[in-house]
């Protein structure tokens, strides 16, 4: 009995866990941001990046608040729409009933303006019912862009910020071939650039948030796109890591 007890709970943890890690945790990625500020602080006070460090512990926190309030539905909108479409309805059902039919057959001439008639009316009605049922995800979903947009002009500052962090150009002012522009040392540019790809890889996950319990078609692909951005800065940023390191060895 003991030992059946123990598997259940062994079991029911396994399955706690499983279901804890499907999601991305707002309040951990906001830590992260938090944990990196205070590195970058303490490296590279009152720097640019700091700066833009700073905004993105904002921007997360924004972000924890917009995709609890994405992934709650919107009553009102609910109430509004619910009500206008069963108006639409009851008003075509009391169309169709008040409709007298005529005992005499109609000719196909006749009857063609008729069938168009209805035609259109029924398509104006499906375009009325299916606008009225896709408002609240169309309102999230402008909700939703406006921050990934966001998001994806922070992505454009980071890599403003490694742009002039160029490992050949200090490699050549070491050996004293070009005069010194950056008053920073080779560890120093280490760190700088991998700040740089930590913080990119952040606006990644943040950008997630948005669509983790928001299943848009079109919020989905505003995030890959986030996503694809963030990854081809990083890949810049390790190349110049991989250049900066071959230097080290040559030298």
């Known amino acids: 009995m003991a030992i059946q007890n123990t598997g259940q709970v062994i079991i029911f943890t396994m399955e706690k866990e499983h279901i804890y890690y499907q999601q991305l945790d707002a309040t951990k990625i906001t830590e ?11 490296r590279f006070p009152d720097s640019g990046l700091h700066k833009v460090c700073e905004q993105l512990v904002s921007i997360s926190q924004r972000a924890q608040m917009q995709a609890q309030w994405i992934d ?8 509004v729409a619910g009500v206008l479409i069963t108006l639409i309805l009851a008003a075509l059902i009391s169309t169709l009933s008040a409709v007298n039919p005529t005992p005499k057959t109609m000719t196909v001439i006749q009857f063609i303006p008729v069938l168009e008639s209805a035609i259109n009316d029924i398509v104006l009605i ?11 995800r169309r309102f ?9 947009h966001e998001l994806r002009a922070i992505a454009h500052i ?37 700040y740089c790809s930590e913080l990119l890889s952040i606006v990644g996950k943040i950008a997630v948030l948005y669509v983790q319990s928001f299943n848009d078609p079109v919020a989905l ?3 890959n796109e986030v996503e694809q951005l963030t990854t081809g800065l990083s890949r810049k940023i390790w190349q110049k890591l991989m250049i900066f390191q071959t230097n080290n060895t040559s030298h």
């Open 72 to 79: 709650k539905p919107i009553l009102s909108l609910r109430i």
């Open 32 to 42: 992260t941001v938090i944990t990196l500020s205070q590195r970058i602080d303490e």
């Open 158 to 194: 980071i890599d403003m910020h490694q742009l002039n962090k160029d490992p050949v150009r200090l490699h050549w002012e070491s050996k004293g071939i070009l005069e010194p522009k950056h008053s920073i040392t080779p560890v120093l540019m280490t760190r700088y650039l991998d």
């Open 140 to 148: 999230k979903r402008h909700r939703a862009l406006r921050a990934i």
């Open 221 to 223: 692909s505003a995030v």
């Open 126 to 136: 499906a375009i009325a019912i299916f606008f009225l049922a896709t408002l609240e």
